[in-house]
């Protein structure tokens, strides 16, 4: 019996500080997908399927902490520590609208049809911006009373479908809130802050991380219950396979290695090759291959061996 092929990762340079978050695009008409970095450095990148440079966003004065692709990939949305979120066309890389904030953003997310862009960060506040109306004032997702959305910075928005926001904060909870009424619909409390929450639309699923956990919470309540497992790390980041959903993997800040788990918990895999903190993983629409952040962006194929974009299979 031969020994298992040993994974060898393609390494995307350019970045110059430690990658805070990465985003795939949804699979393409033709079957290419698309990346996108965000980083210290303030220059979120744009790569093809192959990991090749594309494009850089220069725009951002600061650190940029969340960037995410619309559906159809035409446009892009980051969220910076210059205080302003802006939105970007993906073909020329020129900014479309940029929108001041009074601290820190930490995350954004566009909405399926790329007509409204949902932002959080260090002023506990969730806003919702018309791009049809980019110079209207924002409305903003506050629980009953409240002056905030959340009682910690808010560390990730997504959409679920045209009218669902969710929202995570340090505060350890996750709110779904009716953009049609800009009303709180349901919320769930974890023991520790959220440190990531990444909408996998192929499996409808939130991944979320938190303390030690690991949690797999339908986008949307159907009745199908949560599946959570509890890890001996904290997990930075974690991402499930988007067809099999029998594995994910996740980054970690107290070590340099990417772990591959079975959906069981099993650790499957630990995969070395970072010089820093693992801080955000993200499996590729097709399933094929995920990409990790640390200083640099490394891609690791999920099968080894087989040939796939820049990989020669041995096979």
Avoid at 197 to 226: C, D, K, W
Wanted: with cysteine; charged share 20%; proline share 7%.
């Amino acid at each position: 019996m031969s020994a298992p092929i040993k994974s060898t990762p393609l390494v995307a340079p350019g970045h110059t500080r430690p990658v805070t978050h990465l985003s795939f695009s949804q699979l393409q008409d033709d079957g290419s997908y698309l990346l996108v970095s965000s980083c210290k450095d303030g220059n979120p990148m744009l790569r093809e399927w192959t990991g090749d440079w594309i494009g850089t966003f220069l725009g951002h004065k600061g650190a940029v902490w969340s960037t995410k692709l619309s559906l159809d990939g035409s446009r892009a949305a980051s969220g910076s520590a210059d205080f302003t979120a802006k939105v970007w066309d993906t073909y020329s890389g020129n900014p479309i609208h940029s929108f001041p904030h009074n601290h820190i953003v930490r995350t954004v997310a566009l909405s399926p049809t790329a007509s409204h862009l949902l932002t959080g960060g260090q002023e506990k506040k969730v806003r919702i911006f018309d791009l049809g109306r980019p110079d209207a004032e924002p409305d903003f997702l506050f629980d009953s009373n409240n002056t905030v959305s959340h009682e910690g910075t808010v560390k990730s928005v997504v959409w679920a479908g045209e009218h669902t926001g969710i929202t995570a904060g340090e505060d350890g909870k996750i709110k779904w809130w009716d953009l049609r009424t800009r009303k709180l619909t349901t919320s769930l409390a974890f023991p520790n802050p959220i440190t990531s929450m990444e909408m996998s639309i192929p499996t409808q699923r939130l991944v979320v991380t938190s303390g030690n956990t690991v949690a797999f919470i339908p986008a949307l309540p159907n009745g199908q219950g949560t599946h959570s497992l509890t890890l001996p790390y904290s997990p930075s980041s974690a991402s499930i396979h988007p067809i099999l959903q029998d594995r994910f993997v996740t980054g970690n800040l107290g070590d340099e290695w990417v772990r591959v788990h079975g959906i069981d918990g099993e650790e499957r895999e630990v995969l070395k090759g970072h010089h820093g903190p693992v801080h955000c993983v993200e499996f590729s629409p097709d399933g094929e291959m995920y990409a990790t952040g640390s200083g640099t962006i490394r891609l690791w194929q999920t099968t080894p061996g087989k040939s796939y974009g820049l990989w020669q299979g041995t096979n």
